[in-house]
């Protein structure tokens, strides 16, 4: 009897497009699987901003409860969302080949107010990321809370006196809803492991786990494990001001990473470049020279406390 691997999603449409992708990519290669949907935490509250609701696993934790459970073979995940530990049990299989790692401003009527790095406006994002970068260079910018799936959010840009509001572009032009209204934040840092989908499965699931590897890209699974490796080793999660951006130019690992304080008044930046084969420690390399910066060990106080 041919064995069925049962993908775990979540229902968003953009959840279910990158399972949907999986389970094309799977059938290519003569495995069948089919969808299970979850919900998750992060559906069901789509009020409270995600630096209070504990954001850690927030959109990973039903399907990997339901993974170790054995409802499911493999879930599909944006690697951003994944807790840099992995639950225990549960091993990453793959991860995909990358989309764009940028993050995009979806304006409401125009975007001339964003040349004056002095202007007021009122913007809308809910992660703490963004919120930091964007007082940064915007520090007379008011932030609201903007939370729900893709669709929902952009709909609230219509519904709410906002100029505008940041999205990752990954997320909008995987299912085409990338609006003509938006421009590249090309200033902006994304987040460890922006843009890449990753698949996990149960750490016994042999079966699984050599399905899946076939789609592994080798590039973005290292790409993705230096900025993942720099967060994990600054102690922080996916609501935490702190980006990172490793990139392969001609043989080289390149590696941007910053850490903002949560009003964005303070910053710290790195750039680190390697060789291809000397590259594999390079996040953790990056986050032991910022943690010896006194300044850096004050934001990081400061990222705990606004957390509590």
């Keep these: 009897m041919k064995q069925i691997i049962k993908i775990g999603t979540r229902e968003s449409q953009l959840a279910v497009w990158q399972a949907t992708l999986v389970k094309n990519l799977l059938e290519k290669n003569g495995v069948t699987s089919e969808l299970i949907y979850i919900k998750s935490e992060g559906d069901v509250d789509t009020v409270t901003p995600l630096y209070e609701l504990g954001v850690q696993g927030i959109f990973t934790k039903a399907l990997d409860t339901a993974l170790i459970n054995k409802r499911i073979d493999i879930a599909v995940h944006s690697l951003k969302d994944v807790p840099t ?52 260079r915007y520090p007379n910018h008011i932030i609201e809370n903007l939370r729900g799936n893709v669709n929902t959010r952009l709909r609230k840009i219509d519904e709410h006196n906002w100029q505008g509001a940041i999205f990752a572009a ?70 935490t001001p702190i980006s990172g951006l490793a990139v392969v130019e001609n043989d080289t690992m390149v590696f941007k990473a910053n850490i903002f304080s949560p009003d964005g008044k303070k910053k710290i930046e790195i750039e680190k470049v390697a060789s291809m084969p000397e590259s594999y420690e390079l996040g953790i390399n990056a986050a032991k020279e910022i943690l010896k910066n006194h300044e850096a060990e004050q934001i990081i106080v400061d990222i705990k406390n606004a957390a509590k």
């Design 85 to 136: 530990k992995l639950a225990n049990g549960i091993r990453q299989a793959a991860v995909l080949k990358r989309a764009s790692v940028k993050d995009i401003f979806v304006y409401k009527t125009n975007c001339s107010f964003l040349e004056d790095k002095n202007s007021d406006a009122t913007i809308a994002t809910s992660s703490i990321r963004r919120i930091a970068q964007w007082l940064h």
């Design 170 to 239: 990954a997320g909008l032009e995987r299912i085409n809803l990338r609006p003509k209204n938006s421009i590249d934040l090309d200033w902006m840092l994304p987040a460890p492991a922006q843009g890449a989908i990753t698949i996990v499965c149960r750490n016994d699931d042999k079966f699984s786990f050599e399905s899946c590897y076939k789609l592994n890209d080798t590039n973005t699974a290292l790409c993705t494990k230096i900025e993942r490796d720099f967060l994990r080793e600054l102690k922080g999660g996916c609501s």
